[in-house]
């Protein structure tokens, strides 16, 4: 099993990304799918995640109506996108999947994949 988070860079304040979640050895639509994030001298914090029972969505308060998390069961992947980012959003962020029917509280996942850097300057 192998998750890829990839899409991260650099830009200026106000601006958009879209980070993508690849997975290889599970079908994504079957697990809930999760997008945390660490920031340098942080702690890791959970942005959003997706459910696979009804694709029922939840947003960490600091990202709600900026932040978008959708799958696309034919490419078996997940998205992240990211408008009006704001250099509090720099950080690594990772993708994650849980063998569960909703989204599991706090990081109770079972596979992560490698981070994708986001920096947003002012």
């Known amino acids: 099993v192998q998750l890829q988070a990839s899409g991260g860079g650099s830009m200026h304040a106000g601006g958009s990304l879209r980070l993508s979640c690849a997975a290889s050895?599970?079908?994504?639509?079957?697990?809930?799918v999760a997008w945390f994030r660490q920031a340098l001298g942080k702690e890791r914090e959970g942005v959003s995640c997706?459910?696979?029972?009804?694709?029922?969505?939840k947003y960490a308060d600091s990202v709600k109506g900026r932040f978008t998390i959708s799958r696309d069961n034919t490419r078996n992947m997940v998205y992240l996108q990211m408008n009006s980012l704001n250099p509090e959003d720099t950080a690594v962020y990772y993708c994650a999947a849980a063998a569960s029917v909703d989204c599991p509280e706090g990081d109770d996942y079972d596979d992560w994949g490698q981070g994708t850097q986001v920096t947003v300057s002012s």
């Open positions: 997706i459910s696979p029972r009804d694709s029922s969505t």
């Open positions: 050895g599970l079908t994504l639509r079957y697990y809930a």
